[in-house]
């Protein structure tokens, strides 16, 4: 009768355990892009809809306005209140703020958490968005990071 050992050796485990560190070394950082990436794409879209409010103001009053409340849309703060008597707007993610040059106008997307996922990201990324080229560029700390990663 022969004595027959069922499992696993040792080295076949050690190489499982190898092959799923490998893949999360790789996998986690992508993650991590990926959620900060979202986020960014939700700063784009309150772009879409500042830059919308303030062709309309433009062909309204004739000038480009700085003040949320000016413009005819709303945008919640973090804490759900309407960003309508300031000049900056804290959200969740960001805190936005409008400023004027000439006649054109700039919004600025100030990170305003760290984000904890990636400390990549943590160096206080600004994203600044021009309102009548409609570029974006980044800037402060983790402008780099910021160029590199999240603006496409």
């Known amino acids: 009768m022969k004595n027959v050992k069922k499992g696993f050796t040792l080295i076949e485990l050690l190489v499982v355990v190898l092959i799923i560190g490998i893949l999360a070394s790789i996998a986690i950082p992508q993650y991590f892009k990926v959620v900060e990436k979202s ?3 939700e700063a784009q879209n309150i772009f879409t809809s500042i830059r919308a409010a303030q062709e309309r103001a433009l062909a309204r009053n004739g000038v480009y306005t700085n003040n949320f409340g000016t413009m005819d849309i709303t945008l919640k ?3 759900g209140g309407d960003c309508t008597t300031a000049a900056a707007c804290p959200m969740k993610y960001y805190s936005f703020t409008m400023a004027l ?5 700039t919004v600025t997307a100030t990170r305003t958490t760290p984000p ?4 990549r990201y ?5 994203i ?3 309102g009548t080229t409609g ?3 980044c800037g402060g700390a983790g402008a780099a990071n910021c ?3 999240l603006i496409d």
Do not use: Q
Request: glycine share 10%.
């Open 39 to 41: 986020r960014v794409s």
């Open 147 to 149: 160029t590199l990663d």
């Open 128 to 130: 600044i968005y021009n």
């Open 101 to 105: 040059a000439g006649t054109s106008y």
């Open 116 to 119: 904890a996922v990636a400390a």
């Open 135 to 137: 570029d974006m560029t």
């Open 122 to 126: 943590n160096g206080g990324y600004s």
């Open 77 to 79: 703060d973090k804490n």
